[in-house]
């Protein structure tokens, strides 16, 4: 059974810093990966999407990169800011069948950008 | 943009109520989908649906039934409301189908649910 792991859970850093969000799931036969933004009490905004024959996806100040073989993602954020601060969730789907096409989701990192 | 409306944001209802939760979606999407999100527990899966009329169960489906009558909506059900079905509710929908396999996934702004 597919397992997702993001650690840390909670980061709390001063403005400007560069961050690393660390992603692991345990089987390495997915179809893709998902990093989501969750605002408190808010819904899961998407951020980038990793297809499996790719290595790294940006946009903006994100970068997500991707290893299938070890298991692992890293979304890094580059120079922090006080509206960073959110949950972040990523996700993998495992199955290339269009009837069994789901997300498998981490516990998420809370993150904390303060001035 | 894609949209994923729920219909409602805060929803208060009592024990043993018969409870719908509405999901729309505006992209034509094939797949739609509805979790739970619990504190410590994450989000579960509670079902799915791939196209209209069909449905699969997910991680935990007890207590829960949906309807796919129409492409665009899909409907959570709490047959028999109870308190420890107090959570927050995600609809969520993607392309699916063979065309779009693999594609993003978008939610919608969740339904704080609370059974009293």
């Known amino acids: 059974k597919q397992e997702v792991t993001q650690i840390p859970a909670a980061l709390s850093v001063p403005e400007g810093e560069n961050l690393v969000l660390n992603c692991s799931f345990t089987?390495?036969?997915?179809?893709?990966l998902q990093w989501f933004r969750q605002d408190p009490g808010k819904g899961l905004t998407s951020l980038l999407l990793i297809q499996s024959s790719q290595r790294e996806q940006t946009s903006g100040r994100l970068n997500a990169s991707l290893d299938k073989s070890s298991g692992r993602s890293t979304l890094y954020i580059a120079a922090s800011q006080p509206g960073d601060s959110a949950t972040y969730l990523c996700?993998?789907?495992?199955?290339?069948?269009?009837?069994?096409?789901?997300?498998?989701f981490g516990t998420g990192t809370r993150l904390q950008v303060f001035p | 943009d894609v949209k994923v409306t729920q219909s409602s944001r805060y929803l208060v209802k009592r024990t043993g109520e018969k409870v719908f939760l509405e999901c729309v979606q505006d992209m034509d999407h094939e797949n739609m989908f509805w979790y739970r999100q619990d504190p410590g527990l994450g989000l579960r899966l509670i079902y799915f649906s791939y196209d209209v009329k069909m449905k699969e169960k997910g991680d935990i489906p007890e207590g829960y039934s949906v309807s796919r009558e129409k492409k665009e909506r899909f409907s959570l059900i709490l047959e028999s409301a109870s308190t420890n079905q107090t959570s927050m509710y995600l609809c969520?929908?993607?392309?699916?189908?063979?065309?779009?396999?693999?594609?993003?996934?978008?939610f919608g702004q969740g339904t704080r649910l609370t059974v009293v």
């Open positions: 089987d390495s036969a997915i179809y893709n």
């Open positions: 996700a993998v789907r495992r199955s290339q069948e269009y009837n069994t096409d789901k997300l498998i």
């Open positions: 969520a929908s993607s392309p699916g189908g063979t065309g779009g396999l693999g594609s993003e996934a978008f």
